[in-house]
């Protein structure tokens, strides 16, 4: 009694499918054929998805480089250097270049901080914060510690705590220690002073993993306080000139109206890293690396400040480089001056204490650093003196003319280690012709302690090797000698 409409509604729904009709036979078929339709959209969808989450890709096909791709610092710093990036670079450099550096006061010239790098060798750490506790001239201890997954050790924080016993020679004694926590995990961070209340503007920085008696410490340090705009290292690297891969460029690029700083990049002379063996081999040197060395607190705020973003950026991704950065930066902001050295005596009582697998030992650890050494040698002015911009089509009038009458760009140039024998323990060093007896700011007694010290080696009464070899049995004591200094010269 249902209307049509209503009836039809009543009756047995058939099913079609791409003309299946609803037998039996045929309903098989089409759950089949369902069944292959959803395994399929489920394929694509899942390549799809992999397809957004996968790096991308470059244009001809080639993996575009990532952080934990084995190849990925080459590719990275293979990006080529726009005009705008270097004059961008250049005017950062010029607002460094305006900062006056705080001048020294009479603590400053009898004391510095040290600012300890680790990175999860916890022996190896507390082994320098005890050792560098006992030199008379630390104020303080920074440890840097960048690891957000790990809390310092017990013992560590023992030693920090040790300023509230009752020992009062302690008290007396023991200079404060202080344990930086730093958000970021980057090589950078080692000149990020989180610290308000450095005691010091003489700042050593150290790698964990190095020592050196207390005696060696202030033979730099008094080095420093004489010329405390520089920085006083004792490992020696130099950048080594390819003057072949210039004349190949030269001429490739004789046009002044340049878009981009490549071609002029290119046309000069490539700089390569050269390791110890190479600065002895050639008796050159023109970079020191931060992992011991003292330079001034402000170096490390200019440095975070005012350093070219690419540079900053390049160490921060690929964990390289920060050495070869600081020393650079430095040299452009004297002049093209490269850096002090202190007497030889002293940078040869290095005690290396074995540790893990380095950042050193990484299979594209030279060429990477070739490529630091090339870009940021240029980015800084040290290569050409910036003399891509200079004239170029893309400066207004006032650039042009600051160009010419406000600021000259040297560059940076190696100079000898030594001027004469190489077992001579003092002398080495470069442009500034010190006395190793000299005994300026007399009212710091330990200097001339020091140079007392000094005059009885010369006599014949005593040895720098004599506070080595204490220095080197205590740590094979230990267990942590490296027996072998192989791998820590080359780097």
């Known amino acids: 009694f249902l209307p049509e409409s209503k009836q039809r509604l009543k009756r047995p ?83 460094a270049k305006s900062h006056n550096l705080a001048p020294l006061r009479n603590i400053d010239k009898s004391k ?39 809390s310092p050790p017990a013992e560590l924080l023992n030693l920090v705590n040790n300023k509230n016993n009752n020992n009062d020679k302690l008290k007396d004694d023991f200079p ?23 005691p010091t503007y003489g700042i050593l920085s ?65 700089w390569t890293y050269g390791y110890l063996s190479s600065a002895r081999k050639l008796n050159q040197y023109s970079i020191v690396l931060p992992r011991f060395c003292f330079l001034h607190i402000d170096y490390l705020s200019l440095y975070m400040t005012y350093l070219p973003q690419r540079i900053m950026q390049t160490i921060e991704t690929y964990f390289n480089c920060e050495d070869i950065a600081m020393s650079f930066f430095i040299s452009a ?31 594209d650890h030279k060429s990477t650093r070739d490529k630091c050494t090339n870009d940021f040698g240029f980015l800084l002015g040290l290569m050409d003196g910036y003399k891509a911009l200079i004239g170029n089509d893309s400066l207004s009038d006032n650039d042009k003319q600051e160009e010419q009458t406000m600021y000259t760009w040297n560059t940076l140039k190696s100079k000898s280690i030594w001027k004469g024998k190489r077992t001579i323990p003092f002398g080495v060093g470069i442009d500034i012709d010190m006395d190793p007896l000299d005994t300026q700011n007399n009212f710091v007694g330990r200097r001339k302690e020091l140079v007392d010290e000094l005059k009885q080696w010369i006599d014949g009464s005593g040895s720098f090797w004599q506070l080595q070899s204490e220095l080197t049995n205590n740590v094979r004591k230990m267990g942590l000698l490296l027996e072998d200094n192989k791998d820590y010269k080359i780097i």
């Open 13 to 95: 729904v058939r099913f079609s499918f791409i003309g299946i009709g609803s037998s039996k036979k045929n309903f098989k078929t089409y759950r089949i054929v369902l069944l292959l339709v959803i395994l399929l959209t489920v394929a694509l969808l899942s390549h799809k998805i992999s397809s957004v989450n996968a790096p991308p890709s470059s244009s001809d096909g080639n993996k575009i480089a990532t952080p934990t791709d084995s190849k990925s610092p080459i590719d990275a710093l293979n990006k080529e250097i726009s005009l705008l990036e270097l004059k961008i670079a250049k005017a950062s450099l010029i607002k």
């Open 112 to 150: 510095y901080t040290v600012r300890i790098n680790t990175w999860r060798r916890n022996e190896q750490l507390i082994a320098s914060v005890k050792h560098f506790s006992t030199c008379p001239g630390v104020a303080q201890i920074q440890v840097v510690w960048c690891d957000s997954e790990n």
């Open 176 to 198: 404060t220690i202080v344990i930086e926590q730093h958000s970021l995990n980057s090589l950078n961070e080692r000149f990020n002073v989180l610290t308000t209340d450095t």
């Open 206 to 270: 150290i790698d964990d993993d190095v020592l050196r008696p207390c005696e060696a410490l202030d033979d730099g340090f008094f080095r420093w306080t004489d010329h405390p705009d520089r920085i006083v290292g004792y490992d020696t690297r130099t950048h080594i000139v390819n003057n072949k891969n210039h004349q190949q460029q030269d001429n490739k690029n004789n046009s002044n109206n340049l878009t981009s700083s490549t071609s002029i990049l290119d046309s000069n002379p490539k």
């Open 333 to 363: 902001l004297t002049n093209g001056q490269v850096p002090l050295l202190p007497n030889q005596w002293s940078m040869l009582t290095m005690v290396k204490m074995k540790a893990p697998k380095a950042i050193s030992q990484k299979d």
